[in-house]
């Protein structure tokens, strides 16, 4: 197993803090369908450490029960350091999504994190790519309001089954250029997001994706069919796994890379698509 090394867009945990809290539901709003923005308080020290491409790891089950057993790793949606509030993206799609959305303002949360890597912005890009698929939303809306209020150049592709479950243009900086594609074409684009990358390919200096993995298999064909030169631009990508444990003890979420196996709670989420094996 390849060891850790922690990277530039990540900050050490203060001296005697823990990532391990409390967290207080203190709004839920519905959004893309049947998904819901969850904020919970934290400890300021969290919310400082907290950045785009991370993750939460929570425990949704009621206090004293022990099903679900393991924690869901969620990705941090939004981090408000004013208000000590972190807020995630929840799709119901198990018990323990389904519980977590369930639950009303006042509910305790115990909370892990923020655990991963980040996404990456390098010292010399100017316009970035962001492809989202689902609710791989979340973590490019919180790199892409970062990269704004860095003076840099932002178009967001996301891709969804229908206008419903898309994110809602409002959840974007004015800034921010968005297109969509849709499956049935209720808006945007007819078709695969990755269909829409071309256009793209020669204005961005980087390129940040996250969403299903069969999503990542059509934009690394897209990107090898319409590059305009040998190399291979910078593609970092947030793997979706089940990181129960966050800790890289259970190797439930390895990915395999050029380097070996690698785990995605603690040498992920974030990987350069290019050093990642793709079968």
């Given at each position: 197993?390849?060891?850790?090394?922690?990277?530039?867009?990540?900050?050490?945990?203060?001296?005697?803090?823990?990532?391990?809290?409390?967290?207080?539901?203190?709004?839920?709003?519905?959004?893309?369908?049947?998904?819901?923005?969850?904020?919970?308080?934290?400890?300021?020290?969290?919310?400082?450490?907290?950045?785009?491409?991370?993750?939460?790891?929570?425990?949704?089950?009621?206090?004293?029960?022990?099903?679900?057993?393991?924690?869901?790793?969620?990705?941090?949606?939004?981090?408000?350091?004013?208000?000590?509030?972190?807020?995630?993206?929840?799709?119901?799609?198990?018990?323990?999504?389904?519980?977590?959305?369930?639950?009303?303002?006042?509910?305790?949360?115990?909370?892990?994190?923020?655990?991963?890597?980040?996404?990456?912005?390098?010292?010399?890009?100017?316009?970035?790519?962001m492809v989202?698929?689902?609710?791989?939303?979340?973590?490019?809306?919180?790199?892409?309001?970062?990269?704004?209020?860095?003076?840099?150049?932002?178009?967001?592709?996301?891709?969804?089954?229908?206008?419903?479950?898309?994110?809602?243009?409002?959840?974007?900086?004015?800034?921010?250029?968005?297109?969509?594609?849709?499956?049935?074409?209720?808006?945007?684009?007819?078709?695969?997001?990755?269909?829409?990358?071309?256009d793209y390919?020669?204005?961005?200096?980087?390129?940040?994706?996250?969403?299903?993995?069969?999503?990542?298999?059509?934009?690394?064909?897209?990107?090898?069919?319409?590059?305009?030169?040998?190399?291979?631009?910078?593609?970092?990508?947030?793997?979706?796994?089940?990181?129960?444990?966050?800790?890289?003890?259970?190797?439930?979420?390895?990915?395999?890379?050029?380097?070996?196996?690698?785990?995605?709670?603690?040498?992920?989420?974030?990987?350069?698509?290019?050093?990642?094996v793709w079968?």
């Amino acid at each position: 197993m390849t060891a850790h090394t922690p990277t530039s867009t990540e900050r050490p945990t203060p001296k005697g803090a823990t990532r391990i809290f409390t967290g207080v539901i203190t709004h839920t709003e519905p959004t893309m369908g049947d998904s819901s923005l969850i904020t919970f308080t934290a400890p300021e020290h969290v919310v400082q450490m907290a950045r785009p491409g991370q993750f939460v790891d929570i425990t949704v089950r009621e206090q004293g029960a022990y099903d679900p057993l393991l924690r869901r790793p969620i990705s941090i949606y939004r981090a408000d350091k004013e208000r000590a509030e972190l807020t995630i993206l929840v799709r119901p799609f198990g018990r323990g999504s389904r519980w977590l959305v369930s639950q009303p303002t006042g509910t305790q949360l115990n909370v892990l994190g923020p655990l991963g890597n980040a996404f990456e912005i390098a010292p010399k890009s100017r316009n970035l790519l962001m492809v989202a698929g689902g609710v791989g939303a979340a973590p490019l809306l919180m790199l892409a309001e970062e990269a704004i209020t860095r003076g840099l150049s932002v178009t967001y592709l996301m891709g969804a089954a229908n206008e419903s479950t898309l994110l809602p243009a409002a959840a974007l900086r004015d800034e921010i250029e968005y297109v969509v594609a849709t499956d049935d074409g209720s808006r945007g684009h007819k078709g695969f997001v990755t269909d829409l990358v071309p256009d793209y390919l020669q204005w961005a200096d980087q390129i940040f994706t996250c969403g299903p993995t069969p999503m990542f298999h059509s934009l690394r064909n897209t990107i090898l069919a319409h590059r305009s030169t040998e190399r291979f631009p910078n593609v970092q990508v947030s793997v979706e796994r089940t990181m129960a444990c966050a800790l890289g003890a259970c190797l439930g979420c390895v990915v395999e890379t050029t380097s070996g196996m690698q785990t995605s709670c603690v040498d992920g989420p974030v990987f350069d698509m290019q050093k990642v094996v793709w079968s």
